[in-house]
């Protein structure tokens, strides 16, 4: 079965710094999608970022980036110059084509003034 | 604009009272799906839906239940309420095979006394 893990419960970083947050996932499939989203205290679930696995080149959104090792099964998103608004829960997940989707647990975020 | 929706937003019942958690989606996706968040769990997938007259278990839906009489909603009933289905609910929806995003309501809040 496939399994999403975080491994940080919590992070914290300084406006303005870069942080990164892991996630790794244990797959047999080859095709398959990669998401971040992101949940504010209004509990709204965004999505923050989409990696196809087929697609080598490492998505990219604005100050949102992630590291797609398909070998490693690692899936980090990096976001750059931290703001106070990006302080969340962050989920990743994993979802085969044509299949549900499988959340981690989770990792929250603090932005230091 | 196309949404998703979720009623009621909160809701108090007593322990063994049957409650129903409606979700309406106006994207017109085939795929629907019921998830319950609880803190160390992330993004639990309850049941759900790939189409009219098609429903799925999923990773816990011991004494939940879900009916898909049409594209745009997907109910979820608990027959008998019980205190450990206390959680925060999330319905959302995406479309075929394609694209892999999850379109989520705004959650709803149940609390069983």
Redesign the interface.
Known sequence: AQTVT?SQPEMSVQEAETVTLSCTYDTSESDY?L?WYKQPPS???I?VI?Q?AYKQQNATENRFSVNFQKAAKSFSLKISDSQLGDAAMY?C?Y?R??D???????TRLHILP | DAEITQSPRHKITETGRQVTLACHQTWNHNNMFWYRQDLGHGLRLIHYSYGVQDTNKGEVSDGYSVSRSNTEDLPLTLESAASSQTSVYFCASSTGLNTGELFFGEGSRLTVL
């Open positions: 975080q999608y998401f509990r709204q679930m999505l989409r196809e989920f997940a979802r084509r044509g549900k989707i499988i959340f981690g647990k989770g």
